[in-house]
């Protein structure tokens, strides 16, 4: 059974940093191309940042040079680290995992940034 678990959501001001992680179950994630989503009140749910299996990354421009994508192969994690934090970036983050064209979702971690 594949679970994805994850954590480190929080407040934190503006210019802030936090670091998601995605703690996976069920399956090796290294083997997989992972994903964040993030999903804003009234918004849909909008891909992040993903990582591939050769480890190749993607993120999309609005998180570009201040989000960063990477695998702990030997915790089964992925982790997002977030820096530059503004309040646009507000949103509940969801880990995903791509396998046979089906995608797992965790329940999502709140990350408020706000003064």
């Known amino acids: 059974q594949v679970q994805l678990v994850e954590s480190g959501g929080g407040l934190v001001q503006p210019g802030g940093s936090l670091r998601l992680s995605c703690a996976a179950s069920g399956i090796d994630s290294s083997m997989y191309a992972m994903a964040w989503y993030r999903q804003a009140p009234g918004k849909e749910r909008e891909l992040v940042a993903a990582?591939?299996?050769?480890?190749?990354?993607n993120y999309r421009d609005f998180v570009r040079g201040r989000f960063t994508i990477t695998r702990d192969n030997a915790k089964n994690t992925v982790h997002l680290q977030m820096n530059s934090l503004n309040s646009e970036d507000t949103a509940v983050y969801y880990c995903?995992?791509?396998?046979?064209?089906?995608?797992?979702w965790g329940q999502g971690t709140q990350v408020t940034v706000s003064s």
């Open positions: 990582i591939y299996r050769g480890n190749n990354t």
């Open positions: 995903s995992a791509a396998i046979s064209g089906y995608s797992y």
